[in-house]
């Protein structure tokens, strides 16, 4: 397989995973207390936006390297 042909494919699946998510969740850890033995830590859960332009440019940029790799053959 060649590298313009993975990579058409990488882009185009990436482009419906954001499609699909619209962002990346992800969660922390803070400490809130620190008192010599005495720990109190709290998880915070945060978000990425990834826009939909960023899903369309993927797959738009997937298929015109899927394209442009046919018209050479």
Same mark, same amino acid.
């Given at each position: 397989m060649k $590298?313009? $042909?993975?990579?058409? %494919?990488?882009l185009i699946v990436a482009g *419906?995973? /954001?499609f699909a998510y619209q962002g %990346? /969740?992800?969660t922390t850890r803070?400490?809130?207390v620190d008192l010599g033995p005495l720990q109190v830590t709290a998880e915070k859960t945060k978000?990425?936006?990834l826009p939909p332009l960023v899903g #369309? *440019? #993927?797959l738009v940029s997937g298929i015109v390297l899927l394209v442009m790799r046919n018209k050479k053959d």
């Open positions: $590298t313009n $042909t993975l990579a058409g %494919i990488i *419906v995973v /954001t %990346i /969740t992800y803070e400490k809130v978000t990425f936006p #369309a *440019v #993927a």
